[in-house]
């Protein structure tokens, strides 16, 4: 069975940047210490990635911080994540869950069982959005979430996320 990790938006606005938390910035270690045990080419990872007239779209309006405007320092990934996901496909989502990369490892996961491990930021919106959409495409692959790389708005919405997760089969880790 080959073994997939997927980095979800560890990029600046979300670790020190519009919508940074302390929660964030630490698990930065824990990120890179995880990407390092993967092969590159059995990377995935995604960047949040909005316009301009982001407080114009649905979104937007319910979250009015413009964020990870592409081609923004922000936007950008974590520079140090930056360095250790060298090589990995990184895969821009203009919403929560990406679509795109559930059909990449669906159509890997017919070639080749796959185990996905997920990591990243934030838990409680694109981490449980993204192993949802992955749980959903491949219910039989094994699906996990290492609780220790991942961080949500609040350490209270990290904890529901990580419940919500386990409640639909996705185990859940906490390596350090």
């Not at 930065?28 to 779209?57: F, M, P, S």
């Not at 990243?120 to 220790?148: F, R, W, Y």
Request: charged share 25%; net charge negative; hydrophobic share 40%.
């Amino acid at each position: 069975m080959r073994k997939i990790l997927v980095v979800i938006d560890m990029q600046n606005d979300f670790v020190d940047g519009a919508l940074g938390t302390a929660e964030a910035r630490n698990i930065v270690g824990n990120v890179v210490k995880k990407i390092g045990q993967y092969r590159t080419e059995n990377i995935y990872a995604t960047r949040d990635t909005h316009q301009e007239d982001y407080l114009e779209t649905a979104e937007g309006r319910h979250l009015p911080v413009k964020h990870c405007i592409e081609g923004t320092q922000g936007w950008e990934l974590q520079p140090e994540v930056a360095r250790a996901l060298e090589g990995a496909v990184i895969i821009n989502k203009p919403a929560f869950g990406s679509i795109v990369l559930a059909d990449l490892l669906q159509e890997e996961n017919d070639r080749e069982p796959l185990e996905i491990e997920l990591v990243g930021l934030c838990t409680d919106i694109c981490v449980v959005s993204n192993a949802l959409l992955l749980k959903a495409a491949m219910p039989e692959a094994a699906i996990s979430v290492d609780a220790s790389c991942c961080a949500g708005v609040t350490p209270e919405s990290h904890a529901a996320a990580l419940t919500t997760m386990k409640m639909c089969q996705i185990a859940i880790g906490q390596e350090s």
